[in-house]
């Protein structure tokens, strides 16, 4: 079945610090793959995603990569700052695209 | 991508009660979707709706406890039916993929 396993957290870094939060999946076919993030108190947002092997999403600064040969999808970001404080969710989406399996989340807190 | 408006945004409610969330879509979608985010927890597929058929729903989701309309192609209410404490979540509902995988702020619900 289709399956992510997400660095537990919490993690807490010094702003300017670089950030990975590692995630694998399991699963058939050719999945989609996200990056999730939840601000205090509000919903879901959509970071980036990458639909097929190799390819890079990007967006506010943070970049994963689809490694199929390690299937995974590691979140990264060069230099935190206080406001990436949140919770973030790495999620796939099944090759027919109607459900998305998620992870457990990370909770990132960066300090001044 | 679509953009969904959902309400409440969050509500305090007796147990024993009821509670309809909304979603509105501002594009005509074929597939809707409900999820439980239990708190610190990842999110769990409730259901699925398609406009006119009965709603699809997973493993330890059943029709009385979270009844669902799907009236048209652009809106779909989950019912949150006679409440309990441990149905204290952040509810939300989410469109089919093809439409750009965003989700709804959420209805955080408190049980009391």
């Known amino acids: 079945g289709n399956s992510v396993t997400q660095m537990e957290g919490p993690v807490t870094l010094s702003e300017e610090a670089f950030l990975t939060i590692n995630c694998t999946y399991t699963a058939t076919g050719y999945p989609s793959l996200f990056w999730y993030v939840q601000y205090p108190g509000e919903g879901l947002q959509l970071l980036l995603k990458?639909?097929?092997?190799?390819d890079k999403g990007s967006n506010k600064g943070f970049e994963a990569t689809y490694r199929k040969e390690t299937t995974s999808f590691h979140l990264e970001k060069g230099s935190v700052q206080v406001s990436d404080s949140a919770v973030y969710f790495c999620?796939?989406?099944?090759?027919?695209?109607?459900?998305?399996?998620f992870g457990t989340g990370t909770s990132l807190t960066v300090i001044p | 991508s679509a953009v969904i408006s959902q309400k409440p945004s969050r509500d305090i409610c007796q147990r024993g009660t009821s509670l309809t969330i909304q979603c509105q879509v501002d594009s005509q979608v074929t597939m809707m979707f409900w999820y439980r985010q239990q708190p610190g927890q990842s999110l769990t597929l409730i259901a699925t709706a398609n406009q006119g058929s009965e709603a699809t729903y997973e493993s330890g989701f059943v029709i009385d406890k979270f009844p669902i309309s799907r009236p048209n192609l652009t809106f779909s209410t989950l019912t949150v039916s006679n409440m309990s404490p441990e149905d204290s979540s952040i509810y939300l509902c989410?469109?089919?993929?093809?439409?750009?995988?965003?989700f709804g702020s959420g209805t955080r619900l408190t049980v009391v």
């Open positions: 990458a639909t097929k092997a190799d």
């Open positions: 989410s469109v089919d993929p093809s439409y750009g995988y965003t």
């Open positions: 999620a796939l989406s099944d090759q027919s695209g109607n459900q998305f399996y």
